[in-house]
């Protein structure tokens, strides 16, 4: 992982920040020691802890520092010529840390939460102390039922012994040794959930109800348009075409996560809070070549996850006349919005489910024993369209479903061809355009 050289006083002879290639250590000036130091990770210990090499140079000035790049150089030469040096087995613990580093550079946030998440809450304590040249499949399968223990369901042991193994996969990359026994083991399967449509009756009880609500429009985008949370949450005004009556769904909102913004002294950070988001320098995490804009504090707006995600849907005429109508009452946003909250800012994921919920209550309807959950309005938009004999490929194009042969310009499907399918949907419901 590249390293920032910490900006030095003036006396040393350093002015700037310098990013210095992954791999290659870090330089920085110690003002208490007045003097250059070098550092380079060189594997691991016997107990499985990181092994640092550091250099110095008590030459101020960018000779120092020239200097000690030097000798930071020759060591790492060292390293990589010794043919008998052999990486010291690292513990899981020790392990996750630096493959979680290494993930967070590529992975989606949301992902990479979700990793972390498994890494931290179940992989790591239940056998984070064992050494990964001595894992056997019992170890990975205690994992498993330290999580079934906890009443926890099959999908999330399904993901830890997912990650776990994808850790394991790249520890060996790094030249770790672990059996390849355990890379052969077969995941849990995915816990089964009772996630389906919203019945057509019930969808009708809702539309009628947010037809009465000034808003009504964002539960027509999520029941008529198929569209996701943060598609609904995140669509601008200028991505909605009245002139050709089409919504280009190009962005989600997302919340993304903080990470400390200061610097690690050993295993305390300098600022000395636990969490990134408490860390007065704190700052987004945001993986390499991760295209966002940011909106207020971590809510930003973020590309879908694939570029089949992207697409331009037509809008029913019931979506178009109440957007025209909400147009006129909208709240300002500095961020043109179509949906924000009073004073202007992004709605968050919670609230919008929580209005979802009330509205719910207010329709006198609920799913098997419970509220329906949000994501089960795209499964009536599918159900609907499905039903309505429109061609399965027309439908993945209409929702942006990541399995679908098509691109963001609609390569097999025309406007005219889904515009005709979400009229369709219309009709079913017997809802008058």
Same mark, same amino acid.
């Given at each position: 992982?590249?390293?920032?050289?910490?900006?030095?006083?003036?006396? %040393?002879?350093?002015?700037?920040?310098?990013?210095?290639?992954?791999?290659?250590?870090?330089?920085?000036?110690?003002?208490?020691?007045?003097?250059?130091?070098?550092?380079?990770?060189?594997?691991?210990?016997?107990?499985?802890?990181?092994?640092?090499?550091? /250099? %110095?140079?008590?030459?101020?000035?960018?000779?120092?520092?020239?200097?000690?790049?030097?000798?930071?150089?020759?060591?790492?030469?060292? *390293?990589?010529?010794?043919?008998?040096?052999?990486?010291?087995?690292?513990?899981?613990?020790?392990?996750?840390?630096?493959?979680?580093?290494?993930?967070?550079?590529?992975?989606?946030?949301?992902?990479?939460?979700?990793?972390?998440?498994? /890494?931290?809450?179940?992989?790591?304590?239940?056998?984070?102390?064992?050494?990964?040249?001595?894992?056997?499949?019992?170890?990975?399968?205690?994992?498993?039922?330290?999580?079934? %223990?906890?009443?926890?369901?099959? %999908?999330?042991?399904?993901?830890?012994?997912?990650?776990?193994?994808?850790?394991?996969?790249?520890?060996?990359?790094?030249?770790?040794?672990?059996?390849?026994?355990?890379?052969?083991?077969?995941?849990?399967?995915?816990?089964?959930?009772?996630?389906?449509?919203?019945?057509?009756?019930?969808?009708?009880?809702?539309?009628? /109800?947010?037809?009465?609500?000034?808003?009504?429009?964002?539960?027509?985008?999520?029941?008529?348009?198929?569209?996701?949370?943060?598609?609904?949450?995140? *669509?601008?005004?200028?991505?909605?075409?009245?002139?050709?009556?089409?919504?280009?769904?190009?962005?989600?909102?997302?919340?993304?996560?903080?990470?400390?913004?200061?610097?690690?002294?050993?295993?305390?950070?300098?600022? +000395?809070?636990?969490?990134? +988001?408490?860390?007065?320098?704190?700052?987004?995490?945001?993986?390499?070549?991760?295209?966002?804009?940011?909106?207020?504090?971590?809510?930003?707006?973020?590309?879908?996850?694939?570029?089949?995600?992207?697409?331009?849907?037509?809008?029913?005429?019931?979506?178009?006349?109440?957007?025209?109508?909400?147009?006129?009452?909208?709240?300002?946003?500095?961020?043109?919005?179509?949906?924000?909250?009073?004073?202007?800012?992004?709605?968050?994921?919670?609230?919008?489910?929580?209005?979802?919920?009330?509205?719910?209550?207010?329709?006198?309807?609920?799913?098997?024993?419970?509220?329906?959950?949000?994501?089960?309005?795209?499964?009536?938009?599918?159900?609907?369209?499905?039903?309505?004999?429109?061609?399965?490929?027309?439908?993945?194009?209409?929702?942006?479903?990541?399995?679908?042969?098509?691109?963001?310009?609609?390569?097999?499907?025309?406007?005219?061809?889904?515009?005709?399918?979400?009229?369709?949907? /219309?009709?079913?419901?017997?809802?008058?355009?």
């Amino acid at each position: 992982m590249a390293t920032v050289m910490a900006t030095a006083d003036i006396r %040393s002879g350093a002015t700037s920040r310098r990013r210095r290639p992954p791999g290659t250590g870090a330089i920085y000036w110690s003002e208490q020691a007045r003097e250059w130091r070098g550092s380079i990770e060189a594997g691991w210990t016997a107990n499985g802890t990181r092994r640092r090499i550091t /250099v %110095s140079s008590a030459t101020p000035g960018p000779a120092g520092r020239a200097e000690c790049a030097r000798r930071l150089e020759r060591k790492r030469a060292a *390293l990589q010529s010794d043919k008998g040096a052999v990486l010291s087995a690292a513990t899981v613990k020790t392990w996750s840390g630096t493959w979680l580093d290494m993930r967070v550079r590529t992975q989606r946030p949301k992902s990479f939460a979700t990793d972390h998440s498994a /890494v931290t809450k179940w992989i790591v304590p239940t056998i984070g102390r064992k050494r990964l040249d001595a894992l056997t499949p019992a170890d990975v399968r205690s994992v498993g039922e330290a999580i079934r %223990s906890a009443g926890r369901t099959s %999908s999330t042991e399904r993901r830890a012994h997912i990650v776990l193994i994808k850790m394991l996969k790249d520890a060996i990359l790094e030249g770790h040794q672990v059996s390849n026994r355990l890379l052969l083991m077969t995941p849990p399967p995915s816990s089964v959930h009772d996630r389906n449509a919203i019945n057509t009756e019930d969808a009708r009880a809702l539309l009628a /109800v947010a037809a009465s609500h000034r808003d009504g429009s964002r539960w027509l985008a999520k029941l008529l348009q198929g569209m996701r949370q943060g598609e609904i949450l995140g *669509l601008t005004w200028p991505m909605v075409d009245f002139a050709n009556q089409l919504m280009d769904i190009s962005w989600q909102l997302q919340a993304l996560y903080y990470q400390h913004g200061c610097q690690r002294i050993g295993n305390r950070w300098e600022c +000395g809070r636990r969490f990134g +988001g408490d860390c007065p320098t704190r700052t987004l995490r945001v993986p390499d070549g991760y295209e966002y804009r940011r909106l207020d504090g971590a809510l930003c707006l973020v590309r879908p996850k694939t570029a089949k995600g992207q697409r331009i849907v037509p809008m029913v005429p019931w979506m178009a006349s109440a957007l025209e109508s909400w147009r006129q009452a909208v709240p300002a946003s500095p961020h043109q919005l179509v949906w924000p909250r009073p004073d202007g800012r992004p709605l968050t994921a919670r609230t919008d489910t929580a209005d979802w919920n009330a509205l719910q209550v207010e329709a006198g309807v609920a799913g098997p024993g419970r509220a329906y959950y949000g994501h089960e309005a795209r499964h009536t938009t599918a159900t609907l369209l499905l039903e309505a004999g429109i061609d399965p490929q027309v439908v993945q194009a209409i929702l942006g479903h990541s399995s679908a042969a098509t691109s963001r310009s609609y390569q097999h499907v025309s406007h005219e061809m889904a515009r005709r399918a979400l009229d369709a949907l /219309v009709q079913k419901l017997r809802v008058a355009g």
